[in-house]
């Protein structure tokens, strides 16, 4: 928009310049071109006047006038011989013009070309005597070199003018397309930060009043769309938090009931309401996390990155044990690169990262965990031998509730990659969801997405 204005600005001043400097610049030089004709003919009319009248003394005088100018201007005066005058001045060259001015009388004007004027300008002014017959012819020559050095003085005086003008109305333009537009970049900015979750942001109210109202009625929408959500995430919090305790004096109730009954129907019933109650506390779990994640109550810091996975990895290798399954860390293990995170980010995103991983890990499978410095970003994958998942299942995958089957058959609560994705999007990082370079074991069993699944964890890297 502001390139806008400013070109619209320019093009209107271009225009006011064209429709003043040019009309004044085509006077100028007519009236340069009117003025030099006028100087020339009145010159070679006193010289004409001279052949005219054909005593010795106006002779002499035409030859010396004719000397003195022919050298003073450095053009060329040229004279039809008569009987008494013309000795010494070079004689014109018989054509129409002189043919015209000595039969008929009349001076004849040659700019030499149609187009403003050629290299030279021919003015031939018939000589009478007395009885106004005429008797002769004088001719002068005129170079318009002058002319031309004159003629782009004038023009390139004002083109100059115009570009300098030009550049003030360009410079003008931007500051005033800046003040016209600062209270839109003011409003962009707040939009941009409300897309990016920020529901806190509000734009000043200042400006031409249409911008003032529109300013107004966003931050109206955006104080109640802020209510709204922190209303919601209060309760998703609160009930999160109401329904874990029953939910756990339920599955103790389940243990004891299945610890006591011998019937093998009752205790199957028993153990799959066993598992629906750990799916239903997974869920709710994964709802209060998430409502904490995206209430942002904790501001990252530079926290070691090899320190946390080593962590967490001790924590899920003895559960990767029972299964068979390798976890295998490759990479940096500087303990000294550091990530910007907020505390306890970092290890629920590895927690439902490797908990999806082993999931759907095969026994005997192995689980690789990188770590890789890139600049301004650290990277973190964690890859798996599963059936990966397609490119339908990925575009989805970080969506709420949204269960894709494992390996095993068993489905999780829909939210792991959700809240993968709002922890490290909150710390500033970003997660990508790509197919695992294919291994041997993934080839054998003919898994169609060949080596599983790479989880990419990016997240910026903290000065040290």
């Known amino acids: 928009?502001?390139?806008?204005?400013?070109?619209?600005?320019?093009?209107?001043?271009?225009?006011?310049?064209?429709?003043?400097?040019?009309p004044v610049a085509f006077t100028l030089t007519k009236q340069l071109r009117d003025d030099t004709e006028l100087s020339v003919q009145r010159e070679a009319t006193t010289m004409a006047l001279l052949l005219g009248n054909g005593n010795?003394?106006?002779?002499?005088?035409?030859?010396?006038?004719?000397?003195?100018?022919?050298?003073?201007?450095?053009?060329?005066?040229?004279?039809?011989?008569?009987?008494?005058?013309?000795?010494?001045?070079?004689?014109?060259?018989q054509d129409a013009a002189l043919t015209k001015a000595r039969e008929e009388g009349h001076p004849t004007t040659d700019w030499g070309s149609d187009f403003?004027?050629?290299r030279e300008l021919v003015i031939t002014v018939p000589a009478k005597n007395d009885d106004q017959v005429v008797v002769g012819a004088v001719r002068i020559v005129y170079s318009t070199s002058g002319l031309t050095r004159r003629l782009w003085s004038i023009w390139g005086f004002r083109a100059g003018l115009a570009v300098a003008v030009l550049g003030v109305a360009a410079l003008i333009g931007a500051v005033v397309a800046r003040r016209l537009t600062r209270p839109l970049r003011e409003l962009n900015a707040m939009a941009s930060k409300f897309s990016d979750g920020d529901l806190t942001a509000r734009s000043p109210v200042t400006g031409p009043p249409e911008t003032q109202t529109l300013a107004r009625t966003l931050n109206?929408?955006?104080?109640?769309?802020?209510?709204?959500?922190?209303?919601?995430?209060?309760?998703?919090?609160?009930a999160s938090h109401q329904l874990?305790?029953?939910?756990?004096?339920?599955?103790?109730?389940?243990?004891?009931?299945?610890?006591?009954?011998?019937?093998?129907?009752?205790?199957?019933?028993?153990?799959?309401?066993?598992?629906?109650?750990?799916?239903?506390?997974?869920?709710?779990?994964?709802?209060?996390?998430l409502a904490r994640a995206e209430a942002k109550v904790t501001a990252a810091e530079p926290l070691s990155l090899p320190e946390i996975v080593d962590e967490r990895l001790a924590v899920w290798r003895p559960?990767?044990?029972?299964?068979?399954?390798?976890?295998?860390?490759?990479?940096?293990?500087?303990?000294?690169?550091?990530?910007?995170?907020?505390?306890?980010?970092?290890?629920?995103?590895?927690?439902?990262?490797?908990s999806n991983a082993l999931e759907v890990s095969p026994d005997g499978g192995t689980i690789t965990v990188r770590m890789e410095s890139r600049g301004e970003e650290v990277v973190l994958s964690v890859l798996d031998e599963g059936p990966g998942m397609s490119?339908?299942?990925?575009?989805?995958?970080?969506?709420r509730f949204w269960r894709g089957q494992g390996l095993t058959g068993r489905s999780g609560s829909g939210l792991g990659l959700a809240v993968v994705k709002q922890l490290v999007t909150d710390d500033g990082g970003t997660v990508t969801l790509r197919d695992a370079p294919p291994v041997s074991a993934s080839l054998d069993r003919g898994d169609p997405h060949g080596g599983g699944l790479c989880v990419e964890i990016r997240l910026r890297a903290a000065n040290r």
């Open 220 to 238: 109206q929408g955006a104080e109640r769309l802020d209510t709204l959500v922190a209303s919601q995430r209060i309760f998703v919090a609160d």
């Open 56 to 93: 010795e003394k106006s002779c002499q005088a035409l030859t010396t006038m004719a000397t003195a100018y022919a050298a003073e201007t450095k053009d060329q005066v040229q004279v039809t011989a008569t009987d008494r005058c013309a000795a010494g001045v070079p004689r014109p060259r």
């Open 391 to 399: 490119d339908p299942e990925k575009s989805r995958a970080f969506d």
């Open 116 to 118: 403003i004027w050629g």
């Open 244 to 289: 874990r305790t029953p939910l756990t004096a339920l599955r103790l109730s389940l243990d004891n009931i299945a610890d006591g009954v011998d019937d093998e129907f009752v205790r199957e019933d028993v153990e799959q309401a066993t598992a629906e109650v750990v799916r239903m506390s997974r869920l709710v779990n994964g709802l209060l996390v």
């Open 319 to 354: 559960a990767a044990d029972e299964r068979g399954v390798t976890v295998a860390l490759r990479g940096s293990i500087d303990g000294r690169l550091l990530v910007l995170t907020s505390p306890g980010h970092l290890d629920q995103v590895l927690d439902n990262v490797l």
């Open 1 to 22: 928009m502001n390139r806008q204005l400013i070109l619209s600005y320019i093009l209107l001043v271009a225009v006011a310049i064209l429709l003043f400097t040019v």
